[in-house]
């Protein structure tokens, strides 16, 4: 797809215009009675460094830890950050998706096992620096708004 072209850019604005009202729509998703998690990173954008990456791992970890969910051993909840972007004009445009993937059991006629994400918040940055810009809206933002909601729920 060629981004300067029309339909490029009216697809770039939707997601944009999308990814603002996720931000501030109320979370529909529960972390009640969370207790540990595994902490995963997918990074499918060229502009966030491995070293960020691991900068990052650790310093979810930590906070986690601080706020009593454990992190080390097995454990089939994961906590996945998961960063995509692309460029134009010289900007990076960055999508991270901080979720949650357990397994649960469905309510239906017969209860299945099944994986599902049972929590998602994301953000959207434009950047001239990827790696601080990144860094800080994992380390600042989506970790505080999941532990004011986990703090939340509890209590």
């Known amino acids: 797809c060629d ?10 604005l939707l997601l944009s215009l999308f990814c603002v009202f996720e931000l501030f729509a109320a979370t529909p998703f529960s972390l009640d009675n969370i207790e540990r998690l595994n902490v ?8 966030v460094s491995n070293t960020t990456i691991t900068k990052m791992k650790a310093a979810l970890t930590t906070t986690l830890n601080q706020a009593g969910i454990q992190t080390k051993g097995f454990n089939p909840n994961t906590l996945m950050i998961k960063i995509e972007s692309i460029s134009q004009n010289k900007t990076d445009f960055i999508h991270i998706s901080m979720f949650i993937g357990e397994e649960v059991i469905t309510h239906r006629k017969d209860k299945i096992g099944t994986f599902a994400i049972t929590y998602m918040m994301s953000d959207f940055i434009d950047t001239d620096e ?16 999941f532990l004011e909601q986990y703090k939340e729920e509890n209590e």
């Open 40 to 47: 995963h990173f997918i990074n499918d954008s060229d502009h």
């Open 130 to 145: 990827p790696d601080e810009d990144v860094y800080t809206s994992v380390t600042d933002f989506l970790i505080s708004e």
């Open 3 to 12: 981004w300067s072209s029309d339909v490029c850019s009216s697809d770039l």
